[in-house]
């Protein structure tokens, strides 16, 4: 008995001395917001103010120095995000997780964006200020790896900690570049419907654009195949421990149409959630040079950024940049596929994946004249023939980086309008206003026509020597709007007017929030930032009644029960708002649920229907078909004695909506409220481990908005008791020209990735409630309420 005593107090006494020192080193590892520090290649004393939110307000006398102390402060807040971000494009997450990333490391690892990158970097200008600014931002990073405190996430995962490099940089510009496409989830989906169907079933899908109604108008035979590379791509994405970007809403008010006569940008990337969030935000300030900018982790300049002089800001173009070849093998040698010239040799190239305690897997990459053939990078396809993967990205010269720092660093709105011309992929929307009362929509993204007998929505042909030809348009053709006499410019993914006649094709977001943001902006003549900061969390749909009334009109009431028409009556009396409290967006969705599944799912069977909910063209054709009485999805096909009516569907998928809603909460209907179903929780990749959720993950909390309202909180429908909200906006921003030191943003969580941080998830609350913090450039003010880190030169 002695000796079990003596054994549990000696095990009590590890387990307490495990736990002190794992206190001891979460506290050492906390960044260090004041005192000093030295680093090496700076010239002159630097001064990092940050201030009640984390932010970091930089004083150095030149660029270079404040650039290398940016790395510093970025890495000691961001240095787990930054290790995640540089490993995904080249497939070296196997490294760390081990065999439950292999899937996806096979994948990018095989698609050239490494490649992509070395090439990129062996072209850039040594002397070339972005070559020399990068340089000394990789230089910060690398010296706090050297010197500062590891991560607790790379201690819990035994990560050897490597250099950063260039290649890194342009690396994690490739992996957010290729999350922002969507062909690959849709293209082959689309080409299982036509060649099961026929093209009679893709009219309610509007592939041809018809659906774009809403535009942005310029001023100057093998299904199982196909549908499983979206399937597996989508997987991959999904699993991912980087968060993909999704959409986005942004405009710029010109000074004719606001209060002070001034500009007034707002801007709210839409990007998958993730804990840390996706951006960090920094102010530099120089004798040369101002910025507050917003920074992916890894990366050195802002892809979103603000001074006194002019802001920027972006949203997803969804053009289409991918389009996939079925290639035509030699039947006498499978290493040769047919070009319109004869036969051609494939090329061969292997790679090496390294995965934690496991042995390196060898890695054959096929590649043809349209790009890598990516059925040989995902499971689970047998194929006789190869589909390959072509991709504007990494096709054309690569000068992302060169483009980000010429934006960062525009004199006015000509220099700014050229640096757009460098971003060949991925395609966006780039949104610009100025001091001087200029305004700017301009796109990015090298466009091209084919054929009029092609349509690239599906897997094309890769012999034929027609589907792969291809005539590039003149940047000055990119869609655009400068300075329109409407005075006012906007985007939300939806799709451009024709470009000389030619309708671009993409994978564009419906009318939904274009038309809200159209609507409330083309009436109104004195804007106000607060006024614009209440727009952007706006939660009002502009086609849900529509929609609803194309679908109650076809039920047949007279097989309602009393509950059933209850319900029924609440959404009849909708105003189509998505607030916390309101009760008719918990039936709305549960019966588009029911709708879509009655709809869709026979066709599409169960696995490759739950794709199709994640992609944008569900979203597109919700509104149409629920007013085509003609529309074949009506029809089950597998009632073989019968054809379904749009009448019996939409009655039954009603109906089953209602019993679910009672099982889940109830039977009274007046607790069915939105706040109790539609919830975020911003997870950590470690997260996701339930004994770690607590520490490392944010939330659950319910949340207000919805899909495709200005406050798009992006959700699959589902059929579940919680509606988990996936994505949404990533910051929200409003700069305002008339008081640009009072300009305004929220993130979702908070600035550091350091879960010992006290800026966490210190804006959670703000955002989770429509709620704004400053973005602060008045010196005396930031001195005033902020802590000091002085960097001084280590000679």
């Not at 200020?129 to 010296?143: H, S």
């Not at 969030?277 to 507050?292: F, K, M, N």
């Not at 003609?630 to 909506?657: G, R, Y």
């Not at 350091?754 to 959670?764: A, G, I, R, V």
């Amino acid at each position: 008995m002695k000796r079990i005593k003596k054994f549990l107090l000696i095990l009590l006494l590890l387990l307490v001395i495990v736990v002190i020192v794992g206190a001891s080193y979460l506290q050492y590892s906390k960044p260090k917001y004041d005192g000093e520090l030295t680093l090496s290649n700076i010239n002159k004393e630097t001064t990092v103010y940050f201030d009640d939110f984390g932010v970091p307000h930089i004083y150095a006398k030149n660029q270079k120095d404040a650039m290398t102390t940016l790395g510093y402060v970025h890495a000691q807040d961001r240095l787990w995000q930054m290790e995640l971000m540089r490993r995904i494009a080249p497939g070296r997450l196997s490294e760390i997780f081990g065999g439950a990333a292999l899937k996806t490391d096979k994948f990018f690892a095989g698609i050239g964006i490494d490649e992509n990158s070395a090439k990129a970097v062996a072209q850039l200008d040594k002397n070339s200020q972005t070559y020399i600014l990068a340089k000394a931002y990789l230089d910060g990073i690398n010296q706090y790896i050297e010197n500062g405190s590891t991560p607790i996430e790379i201690k819990l995962l035994g990560i050897d900690q490597e250099q950063f490099t260039l290649k890194d940089i342009y690396n994690i510009f490739g992996f957010m570049s290729f999350s922002f496409a969507m062909a690959q989830k849709t293209d082959p989906l689309l080409t299982d419907i036509r060649d099961r169907f026929g093209m009679e079933y893709l009219k309610d899908f509007g592939i041809n654009g018809e659906l774009g109604t809403q535009q942005l108008q310029s001023f100057k035979g093998k299904y199982k195949e196909y549908s499983e590379i979206s399937k597996s791509v989508a997987s991959l994405l999904e699993a991912s421990p980087v968060p993909a970007f999704i959409g986005s809403n942004s405009w710029v008010i010109g000074g004719e149409k606001t209060k002070s006569g001034k500009v007034i940008l707002a801007n709210d990337p839409h990007i998958m959630y993730s804990q840390p969030g996706t951006w960090y935000e920094a102010h530099i300030v120089c004798p040369d040079y101002e910025i507050y900018g917003y920074y992916i982790a890894g990366t050195p300049f802002p892809l979103l950024g603000h001074n006194r002089d002019y802001a920027y800001g972006l949203t997803m173009f969804e053009n289409d940049d991918v389009d996939f070849f079925q290639e035509e093998e030699n039947p006498n040698n499978p290493k040769q596929y047919k070009t319109p010239k004869g036969y051609k040799n494939y090329t061969y190239k292997q790679k090496n994946i390294k995965v934690k305690d496991s042995s390196d897997v060898k890695l054959n990459v096929k590649t043809s004249s349209h790009g890598p053939i990516i059925t040989g990078l995902l499971d689970g396809l047998n194929t006789d023939n190869s589909v390959a993967m072509h991709w504007i990205y990494t096709q054309q010269k690569n000068q992302i980086l060169e483009a980000v720092y010429q934006l960062s660093h525009a004199k006015n709105l000509e220099s700014f309008h050229k640096s757009i011309e460098l971003i060949h992929a991925p395609g966006l929307n780039i949104m610009y206003g100025d001091s001087k009362g200029n305004i700017a929509w301009i796109t990015s993204g090298k466009l091209y026509k084919v054929d009029k007998s092609i349509n690239t929505n599906f897997i094309l042909n890769g012999a034929n020597g027609i589907d792969d030809q291809k005539t590039f348009l003149a940047f000055a053709k990119n869609p655009q709007a400068i300075n329109p006499p409407w005075h006012y410019v906007y985007s939300s993914n939806n799709q451009p007017s024709p470009i000389d006649g030619y309708l671009y094709p993409g994978y564009y977001l419906p009318k939904d929030r274009a038309t809200r943001i159209d609507g409330l902006l083309n009436p109104k003549n004195d804007w106000t930032k607060e006024e614009v900061s209440k727009m952007i969390v706006d939660n009002t749909s502009a086609t849900a009644q529509t929609i609803v009334g194309n679908m109650t009109k076809n039920i047949n009431s007279e097989d309602l029960s009393k509950k059933e028409k209850e319900a029924l009556t609440v959404l009849q009396t909708w105003k189509a708002t998505h607030n916390l409290e309101d009760i008719a967006p918990t039936i709305y969705n549960k019966w588009l649920y029911f709708y879509l599944k009655s709809t869709l799912e026979d066709e599409f069977g169960s696995a490759n229907f739950k794709l199709l909910l994640s992609t944008h063209i569900v979203k597109q054709m919700i509104e149409s078909q629920t007013q085509n009485a003609n529309s074949p999805w009506w029809d089950n096909i597998n009632t073989k004695d019968k054809k379904e009516t749009q009448s019996e569907i939409l009655t039954k998928s009603f109906k089953e909506a209602i019993v679910s809603l009672e099982n889940q909460l109830g039977s009274d209907i007046s607790q069915w409220n939105w706040n109790k179903v539609h919830q975020v929780e911003f997870q950590h990749p470690i997260g996701k481990v339930k004994m770690f959720s607590q520490f490392f993950n944010v939330g659950p909390f319910p949340i207000a908005g919805s899909n495709e309202v200005i406050d798009n909180q992006l959700f699959i429908y589902t059929d579940e008791a919680i509606i988990p909200v996936k994505g949404g906006p990533s910051t929200r921003r409003v700069i305002d020209f008339s008081d640009i030191e009072n300009s305004i943003s929220v993130l979702p969580t908070g600035q550091s990735g350091n879960p010992m941080s006290k800026h966490y998830s210190d804006q959670s609350e703000l955002f989770i409630n429509g709620k704004f913090r400053k973005m602060k450039l008045n010196k005396k003010e930031i001195e005033s309420n902020s802590s000091k880190l002085v960097f001084k030169p280590k000679n």
